[in-house]
C-alpha cells in the first residue's frame, strides 16, 4: 500500500453513527444466518443478474405489489443496492461529500454512513448525481469504487474504512468521460478493478490488505483518442463502465471485461492478456453492459452503432487462446441495461441516447426472435432488466416497472405500475431483487416492495 492509501486510511472514518450501529460480534451472527436469497453484489449472487429465489409473486395487481417502505435522504446517485445479511449497502453524493451506507433491511433506517472522499465533480450532465457502483459484500468486508477512481474495503458491520487506495494516483488510470462506474469483482483472495492505464488496464489486489497482485497491460487499450467518451470529449481512458465476471475455460481462470475499445480476457493468476474481441465495443468508447459467458462463448454489447456479438473461445496447439466470432447482431445495441441469458434466449434493450424496445435473440444465432418496438399495444420502451422465479422484473428508463414471463416467441406481460415519487433524472439504477423483496431506488429515494407470494 503507499504512503499515500495510508494517509487516507487515518483520515476518512465513518461521519455518522446511529444507536442501530452494531458490533463485529453481532455483525458475525448476522452472517452466520445471511440468506441464500440475498443480492450480495451487483447482478446478484452470480454476477448474471439471476435471482436464486423461488415463491415470488408471479403476476402483479392492477396497482402493483405492495410498498413496504420507502425512505428517502439517500443522496445522488444510479448505483444500485447490495444486499447481505439483512443489511443494504449502497453509495451516494450528499453535498460535497463522496459517501457510503448501510441501512437496515427491516425498515430502511440508518445503520451507519462513511466518507469516502470529496465528491467528484463530472463534467457531462447526464448522471453526474453520484456514484454508479453497486457496493460488493463479501464476509465481513465491503467494496467500493468512487467516481473519480477512489476504492476502498470497509469493514460492514460499522463502516470503518480498512484499506484506500487510488485507481487514477497509484495505478495511472484515467477516468472515463463519465467518471469510473464499475462494481468491484471479488474472487478469491483478489478484488478486481480496471483503472485504465497504460501499463493498468485491470488491476488486482489482496482483498485483505489492498496489495497489489498484479497489473495487466493489454495490447492497443490505450492508444488513439477514443476511450470512455466520444473523441474530443477528453477522456481517453482505456477504462469504460461495464464491471468485470470470473469465467473458468479449459481449466484456466479468466477475468472478462468490456474495455473503451474491446472485450477482453486476461488470466485471474497474474492479468497476462489472452484474447480480444473488438466489434461489441463502439468508437465512442461508452461500453456499460457487464459481458455474459457460457459454455465457452462470451456475448458482449454496446449501442452507439455498434451491436452484440458472440465470440467461441478455443486453445491453440501452443496454449493460446484463441476467439472465432460466432455472430454479429446490430439488433441488440445494449446501452446500460443489462442483458439476461435463460434457456437459450436473451432479453434486453436495443437503443441508445434515441431510445429503444426491449428485444429477444437467439443466443445460439443472434436471430431477433421479437422486437417491442414492433408491438404498439404494449410497447416496452428501453430500461434495466433482472430475473427471479422464472420472470423479468423490467424497469424503464422514465420509471415504469414491469413483470414479464421470459417466452421465445412472444412477450407475455405479468404486471406494470408507476414508480411513485419519481425524479426528474433518468430511471437508471437496475432494480434488485432480493428475500422476497424488490428495491427500486431513484436518486434520493428508496423503495422496498413486497414481491413474496403469499
Request: aromatic residues 8%.
Amino acid at each position: 500500500m503507499t504512503n499515500l492509501s495510508k494517509d487516507i486510511m487515518t483520515k476518512h472514518e465513518p461521519i455518522h453513527h446511529t444507536t442501530l450501529l452494531i458490533g463485529a460480534l453481532s455483525w458475525a451472527v448476522l452472517l452466520s444466518s445471511a440468506l441464500a436469497d440475498d443480492w450480495p453484489q451487483w447482478q446478484g449472487p452470480e454476477r448474471n443478474a439471476i435471482s436464486k429465489e423461488r415463491g415470488l409473486l408471479q403476476e402483479w395487481p392492477k396497482e402493483g405489489p405492495p410498498l413496504a417502505w420507502k425512505i428517502t435522504g439517500l443522496g445522488g446517485g444510479d448505483g444500485g443496492p447490495s444486499i447481505a445479511a439483512g443489511r443494504i449497502f449502497g453509495m451516494s453524493n450528499r453535498g460535497d461529500e463522496e459517501v457510503v451506507w448501510a441501512l437496515s433491511g427491516t425498515d430502511g433506517k440508518t445503520v451507519w454512513v462513511t466518507r469516502l472522499g470529496p465528491a467528484f465533480k463530472q463534467q457531462m450532465p447526464q448522471s453526474k448525481e453520484g456514484p454508479g457502483c453497486t457496493p460488493t459484500v463479501d464476509g465481513e468486508r465491503l467494496y467500493v469504487e468512487g467516481l473519480g477512481g477512489d476504492i476502498a474495503c470497509l469493514q460492514a458491520s460499522d463502516g470503518k474504512i480498512l484499506w484506500q487506495r487510488s485507481l487514477t494516483r497509484d495505478f495511472g488510470g484515467r477516468a472515463p468521460t463519465w467518471s469510473y462506474r464499475e462494481s468491484p469483482l471479488v474472487d478469491g483472495e483478489k478484488v478486481v478493478f480496471t483503472p485504465g492505464g497504460k501499463d493498468a488496464i485491470l488491476v488486482a489486489l489482496d482483498k485483505v490488505t489492498g496489495n497489489t497482485i498484479w497489473k495487466s497491460q493489454v495490447p492497443g487499450s490505450d492508444d488513439g483518442d477514443a476511450g470512455g467518451g466520444p473523441p474530443g470529449f477528453g477522456g481517453g481512458s482505456g477504462a469504460a463502465y461495464a464491471s468485470a465476471i470470473a469465467i473458468d475455460f479449459d481449466r484456466q481462470r479468466e477475468y472478462v471485461q468490456l474495455t473503451a475499445k474491446a472485450l477482453i480476457g486476461v488470466a485471474a493468476s497474474d492479468g497476462k492478456f489472452l484474447w480480444r474481441y473488438d466489434r461489441p465495443a463502439n468508437r465512442m468508447g461508452i461500453n456499460c453492459t457487464t459481458p455474459i459467458y457460457h459454455d465457452g462463448e462470451v456475448f458482449a454489447s454496446s449501442a452507439y452503432g455498434a451491436g452484440g456479438g458472440l465470440v467461441r473461445l478455443s486453445k491453440e496447439a501452443n496454449g493460446r487462446v484463441k476467439t472465432g466470432e460466432v455472430w454479429f447482431q446490430r439488433k441488440l445495441q445494449n446501452h446500460h441495461g443489462g442483458v439476461i441469458l435463460l434457456d437459450g434466449c436473451l432479453y434486453g434493450a436495443n437503443g441508445g441516447n434515441e431510445g429503444g424496445a426491449l428485444v429477444c435473440l437467439d443466443f445460439k444465432t443472434g436471430n431477433v426472435l421479437w422486437n417491442e418496438r414492433d408491438d404498439t399495444e404494449h410497447r416496452v420502451p428501453k430500461g434495466s432488466v433482472a430475473l427471479a422465479d422464472g420472470r423479468l422484473y423490467y424497469r424503464a428508463e422514465e420509471g415504469t416497472l414491469l413483470l414479464i414471463e421470459p417466452n421465445a416467441k412472444q412477450y407475455l406481460e405479468r404486471g406494470r405500475f408507476e414508480q411513485p415519487d419519481r425524479s426528474k433524472q433518468p430511471a437508471w439504477a437496475h432494480p434488485v431483487i432480493a428475500n422476497g423483496k424488490l428495491y427500486i431506488r431513484d436518486q434520493d429515494v428508496l423503495l422496498c416492495y413486497d414481491v413474496k407470494a403469499k
